[in-house]
């Protein structure tokens, strides 16, 4: 490997580290919670926990669970995570108020079904999440707290976690664990859509590749009753090789719908992973809209709004919060578009003037 594509190489998976952030590790607060907000995270992971409900990044054989009651800021932006290890005080930082283990997945499925509102909306209903590349458990636990304050989500928030190994150079180990994991994020997709109860998904980055896999693993083992109550999937700048996902999606039967790709042309790690996997296209920065509509999905095009390379602007950027949280009405009258491509950037200038 001569000396240019090493630079490109190591350049490529500093970029694809973005994925990754602060926290690495959970804090308790150092002073009274106060008038910070506090948001409720159930936790699967089929990594091992230490006893004081902390992530490694060892594979486990099976799914730990857990509960964690976050502090959000007074002072918190849209956007942020506002993080101090040093001073974790929740009047101006996220912090872990209480954490207790969930004893089974049983447990934690009843749980989330008491909490889950009645209607299957969205807004009230179970959210799954599923965290990127060279994430920590606590880095996702954190983000998800963010993303469901600040969309405004009301029913029961449950992060999957699988065990990225939380280095620039672990992307291969990393798609390793994702196929390992396809087996227990099936069995809680399975868990939490009992007694008919509806169940979002959303992934991030290199997390979207195991939800297809698993939507795709349910089809095929004729779990079909499972697919129907998966209320709506939204795929945050997938990582995933168009041709593959073409494939997966032809075998997801029925596909949940709405079916939602956030992309971005600029998306700077999707372009360094192109570059790591010699496959020019991912679906997360396609820019063959005509291929994506031929497949029946809603596509959030990114591409136009202010720091459209950041591999995340679903979570970190105001506007977007803006614009989906604004859509909120039209989407809970079914009167939101579930297919086709929208400008996300036009839609917000639309809505300004």
Request: aromatic share 6%; hydrophobic share 40%.
């Amino acid at each position: 490997m001569n000396l240019r594509v090493t630079l490109l190489l190591c350049l490529s998976l500093s970029t694809l580290a973005a994925c990754a952030g602060k926290p690495k590790e959970f804090v308790a607060p150092s002073a009274q919670i106060g008038t910070a907000d506090v948001q409720s995270i159930y936790l699967a992971t089929n990594r091992t926990v230490a006893s004081d409900l902390s992530g490694t990044t060892q594979r486990g054989d099976a799914l730990t669970f857990a509960q964690y009651d976050i502090t959000i800021p007074p002072t918190h932006k849209p956007g942020k995570v506002e993080f101090s290890a040093a001073n974790p005080d929740p009047s101006m930082s996220f912090t872990v108020a209480n954490a207790r283990a969930v004893p089974s997945l049983a447990a934690l499925g009843k749980a989330v079904r008491t909490e889950a509102g009645p209607r299957g909306r969205p807004i009230d209903s179970a959210v799954v999440y599923v965290h990127g590349f060279n994430t920590s458990m606590e880095s996702a636990v954190y983000r998800h707290a963010q993303i469901a304050h600040d969309y405004g989500l009301q029913g029961p928030q449950v992060t999957f976690s699988w065990p990225s190994i939380e280095r620039p150079l672990g992307y291969v180990r990393d798609k390793d664990s994702i196929l390992i994991a396809r087996d227990h994020l099936e069995a809680l997709l399975v868990e939490l859509t009992r007694n008919n109860q509806k169940v979002f998904v959303f992934g991030h980055s290199m997390g979207t590749q195991l939800v297809v896999e698993t939507l795709r693993q349910l089809s095929i083992t004729g779990k079909k009753k499972v697919l129907s109550r998966i209320g709506g999937v939204i795929l945050v700048s997938p990582d995933i090789d168009l041709d593959l996902f073409e494939s997966q999606h032809e075998r997801i039967d029925p596909l949940p719908n709405p079916f939602v790709v956030m992309t971005s042309e600029s998306d700077y790690a999707l372009r360094f992973s192109s570059l790591l996997t010699a496959q020019p296209e991912r679906l997360g920065s396609a820019r063959d809209r005509d291929r994506l509509v031929a497949l029946d999905l809603l596509v959030l095009d990114l591409s136009g709004l202010p720091d459209a390379r950041n591999h995340f602007l679903a979570a970190t950027s105001p506007i977007v919060i803006d614009v989906v949280t604004s859509a909120r009405e039209e989407v809970l009258a079914d009167r939101f578009p579930r297919s086709g491509v929208i400008d996300v950037a036009a839609m917000q200038e639309k809505r300004i003037n």
